[in-house]
Structures are given as C-alpha cells and as structure tokens.
C-alpha cells in the first residue's frame, strides 16, 4: 500500500468509518483501509472537516 496512514479511525457504523485528524482529504476521493487481518478496503470519502473524515465503505459483491 503506498500513500499516507493514519491510525486515527474513531467509531464504525455499518459502512461508515470515521477518523480523527488526517491531513486534507477531498470530497469524493477513493481511499484504502487496511484491516488488521490484513485485508484491504476501498471507500470513499463522504464528508470532511478540519477535525473528521467519513469514509464509506465498499462492499465486494459476492
């Protein structure tokens, strides 16, 4: 994985993930979540202040 990591993620609800205090990230902008397992994400940023990012993420159709 190449880029930026945060360990900041504060609260999952369902789809959403929501972190705390990341350097500007867009709107719209498709990001990757590690799991601890090791396993990869992708999702996209629905909302973003100074202070919180909400991501949503997507589901792998089976």
Same mark, same amino acid.
């Given at each position: 994985?190449? %880029? !930026? ?6 609260? *999952? !609800?369902?789809?959403? *993930?929501?972190? #705390? !205090?990341?350097?500007? &990230?867009?709107?719209?902008?498709? &990001? +990757?979540?590690?799991?601890?397992? %090791?396993?990869? !994400? #992708? %999702? /996209? *940023?629905?909302?973003? +202040? #100074?202070?919180? *990012?909400? $991501? /949503? $993420?997507?589901?792998?159709? +089976?």
């Amino acid at each position: 994985m190449t %880029g !930026k990591e945060y360990r900041t993620i504060t609260d *999952v !609800k369902g789809p959403l *993930v929501f972190l #705390n !205090k990341t350097e500007p &990230v867009a709107f719209g902008e498709i &990001v +990757s979540l590690r799991l601890t397992n %090791g396993t990869i !994400k #992708n %999702g /996209q *940023v629905l909302d973003t +202040s #100074n202070d919180l *990012v909400i $991501v /949503q $993420v997507f589901r792998r159709n +089976s």
